[in-house]
């Protein structure tokens, strides 16, 4: 018994896996012809990040600084070109799937609820430009921190709380401009 438990966690985290991987993907590949100005802009500044051009003096813009990092860092890893913003777009779609999956995990009643809820994930997606992908940047680290939150009510760990302070600052360094909009 315990091992047909076994067997079926691990084929309905692939099926779940390796719908997020097609959901994302095509997304991404959908994007292939129609890149956004903003999604242009956070790439082309962190592919050209340096000591010698530095974000907000040589490159100014009004967005936060955590998406542009994330860019660098997956362009460290990658290299840039248009083949690498693709990749780019396809990861920060898969990061929030990811998530929304781990969390639908924690909080979900079962495995068909645990698929609409990636369902409705890969639906928020399609019809957005790439202007969207800081936005969905910025929602996966929300959910993270709402995440660790409950985590800290439900336990009192400070670490927790730690985490989730940690994930609401990259959050708010994604879109510093959203400041502009909270009151309303």
């Not at 991404?28 to 990040?49: C, K, N």
């Not at 969905?136 to 927790?160: D, M, P, S, V």
Request: some cysteine; hydrophobic content about 50%; proline content about 2%.
């Amino acid at each position: 018994s315990n091992g047909f438990m076994t067997g079926s966690i691990v084929k309905k985290n692939i099926f779940q896996f390796t719908l997020i991987f097609f959901i994302s993907l095509s997304w991404a590949l959908s994007l292939d012809l129609d890149w956004s100005t903003d999604f242009g802009v956070y790439y082309t500044g962190a592919s050209f990040f340096s000591d010698n051009y530095r974000l907000y003096l040589e490159h100014f813009d009004h967005k936060g600084p955590a998406y542009y990092a994330f860019l660098k860092l997956i362009g460290n890893v990658i290299g840039f070109g248009p083949f690498q913003a693709l990749v780019s777009i396809f990861l920060t779609s898969l990061l929030f799937c990811i998530t929304v999956m781990q969390i639908s995990k924690k909080f979900g009643h079962g495995a068909i609820f645990q698929n609409i809820i990636l369902l409705c994930c890969g639906n928020l997606l399609f019809y957005q430009s790439t202007n969207s992908s800081i936005a969905i940047f910025q929602g996966t680290l929300l959910i993270i921190a709402f995440y660790f939150l409950q985590k800290q009510i439900e336990n009192g760990e400070i670490k927790f709380l730690f985490l989730s302070l940690l994930f609401w600052s990259l959050s708010f360094y994604t879109r510093i401009d959203s400041i502009i909009f909270a009151p309303i």
